[in-house]
């Protein structure tokens, strides 16, 4: 059973920066930023194989965004760089312990078991 817990939402003006956490208790093999906007569904928004690092972002953050982790604190962090009033949502972070097959699929929503429970983020 893996537990996941966000932190590091806030408000911040268009251009400025945060960086999300997400601290598991178990080590997942695959972890993912999702994001859901006010009448949106949940997208994909950046992910990260556990074991070699390999990382994968939506078109609309790449340049802006980085995801890494820190294995010793069982902490995965998404840097939030050049913010725009249109990556205003809700963002969760996401967690499998199994095997995603195709590097192509990582953004959907079905791959993940375990979810936390949110960390707002605002950019007006």
């Known amino acids: 059973h893996v537990q996941l817990v966000e932190s590091g939402g806030g408000s911040v003006q268009a251009g400025g920066s945060l960086r999300l956490s997400c601290s598991y208790t178990?080590?997942?093999?695959?972890v993912a930023w999702f994001r859901q906007g006010p009448g949106n569904g949940r997208e994909g928004v950046a992910a990260i194989v556990i074991l070699g690092g390999t990382t994968y972002y939506d078109d609309s953050v790449t340049g802006r965004f980085t995801i890494s982790q820190d294995n010793a604190k069982n902490t995965l962090y998404l840097q939030m760089n050049s913010l725009k009033p249109d990556d205003t949502a809700m963002y969760y972070c996401?967690?499998?312990?199994?095997?995603?097959?195709?590097?192509?699929?990582?953004?959907?929503?079905?791959?993940?078991?375990?979810w936390g429970q949110g960390t707002q983020v605002t950019v007006s």
């Open positions: 178990r080590r997942p093999n695959y």
């Open positions: 996401a967690a499998t312990q199994g095997f995603i097959c195709y590097r192509s699929s990582w953004p959907d929503e079905s791959n993940y078991n375990y």
